[in-house]
């Protein structure tokens, strides 16, 4: 299976910072990575797809990178509606495997 | 627009089986997979398998292979997620998600999820 390493698991930030998550994956993995938002009591939402393509309706303080083994989700200008958990899943094998997730909280 | 519906919450004694349903509307249901993915109370979410609408072609995650089997009824635009000999570590939400034939372009839709609670 292919291995997700997410960090941090758990970040406080203010509102208007800019916020990174990292996701690094063992072996490779192309570009074939997502990211998704998950607020308490709710579905993810798909945020990045191929690593850095931004899903149509999504902000465009949103944005994506990397690709191979490390990747990147950085927010731009954390906003009220951002505080939630952020997790990363590959799709270039099965099992489709996630990240631990993050945790974005209030400071 | 697109939208899948999932059925309600149950609750299961422990070696009982569930079947979660998982209504799909507003696309071709046969040009899609869908995967079913839970999550633990306070848990990452855990991929499961998944399902080509077109073809009836699975596949598992070993964590589950075994237990589970998806199924799909392209005529109700319908999937399916058994789980049988249920402990209490299957106490989850449940969620189906549509996969395009690209994988690169993620799981863009997802059910509303279904609360299965094993307990004796």
């Known amino acids: 299976d292919i291995q997700m390493t997410q960090s941090p698991s758990s970040l406080s930030a203010s509102v208007g910072d800019r916020v990174t998550i990292t996701c690094r994956t063992s072996?490779?993995?192309?570009?074939?990575l997502s990211w998704y938002q998950q607020k308490p009591g709710r579905a993810p939402k798909l945020l990045i797809y191929?690593?850095?393509s931004l899903q149509s309706g999504v902000p465009s303080r949103f944005s994506g990178s990397g690709s191979g083994t490390d990747f990147t989700l950085t927010i731009s200008g954390l906003q009220l509606e951002d505080f939630a958990t952020y997790y990363c899943?590959?799709?270039?094998?099965?099992?489709?495997?996630f990240g631990q997730g993050t945790k974005v909280e209030i400071k | 627009q697109v939208q899948l519906v999932q059925s309600g919450a149950e609750v299961q004694k422990p070696g009982a089986s569930v079947k979660v349903s998982c209504k799909a509307s507003?696309?071709?249901?046969?040009?899609?997979?869908i995967h079913w993915v839970r999550q633990a109370p306070g848990q990452r979410l855990e991929w499961m398998g998944m399902?080509?609408?077109?073809?009836?072609?699975?596949k598992y995650s070993q964590k589950t292979q075994g237990r589970v089997t998806i199924s799909s009824d392209a005529s109700a635009t319908t999937a399916y997620m058994e789980l049988s000999s249920l402990t209490s570590e299957d106490t989850a939400v449940y969620y189906c998600?549509?996969?395009?034939?690209?994988?690169?372009?993620?799981?863009?839709?997802w059910g509303q999820g279904t609360l299965v609670t094993v307990s004796s």
């Open positions: 998600a549509r996969g395009p034939a690209d994988r690169r372009l993620g799981l863009d839709y």
């Open positions: 507003g696309y071709t249901f046969s040009g899609y997979d």
């Open positions: 399902i080509n609408a077109a073809y009836d072609n699975t």
């Open positions: 072996p490779s993995i192309s570009n074939y």
């Open positions: 191929a690593a850095s």
């Open positions: 899943q590959q799709s270039y094998s099965t099992p489709r495997t």
